[in-house]
Nanobody
Framework: VQLQASGGGLVLSGASLRLSCLTS????????IGWFRQASGKDREFVAG????????AYADSVKGRWTVSRDKATDTIYLQMNDLQRGDTAVYYC???????????????????WGQGTQVTVSS
């Protein structure tokens, strides 16, 4: 039972990237999936998430209107489309499985028990 994040890279300010989180194991289909990021020297923070059904999403204020999270239940993959990337978005990005089927912006990190390895996103000006 694993999550695997990919799609990071080095881009210029204003560019776009799409991160993917491939999940394995039927258990993940019943859980909300969240995207988090951790910049150097900072705490890990929630940026976006999608409910188990894929019908509900939540975003941190810092990314709202720029990014879109989606879920493809046919392939067990969760996507994070990141548009208009800024230097402040530079971080290692992680996907994680919640202990709940629902998602909310006020989500707590300790609600997430399974984590994928991170993928680095670097935005330069």
């Amino acid at each position: 039972v694993q999550l695997q994040a990919s799609g990071g890279g080095l881009v210029l300010s204003g560019a776009s990237l799409r991160l993917s989180c491939l999940t394995s194991g039927r258990a993940f289909s019943r859980n909300a999936i969240g995207w988090f990021r951790q910049a150097s020297g900072k705490d890990r923070e929630f940026v976006a998430g999608v409910s188990a059904s894929g019908g509900s999403t939540a975003y941190a204020d810092s990314v709202k209107g720029r990014w879109t999270v989606s879920r493809d239940k046919a392939t067990d993959t969760i996507y994070l489309q990141m548009n208009d990337l800024q230097r402040g978005d530079t971080a290692v990005y992680y996907c994680a499985s919640s202990s709940h089927p629902y998602i909310r912006a006020e989500t707590k990190i300790d609600e997430y028990g399974s984590w994928g390895q991170g993928t680095q996103v670097t935005v330069s000006s």
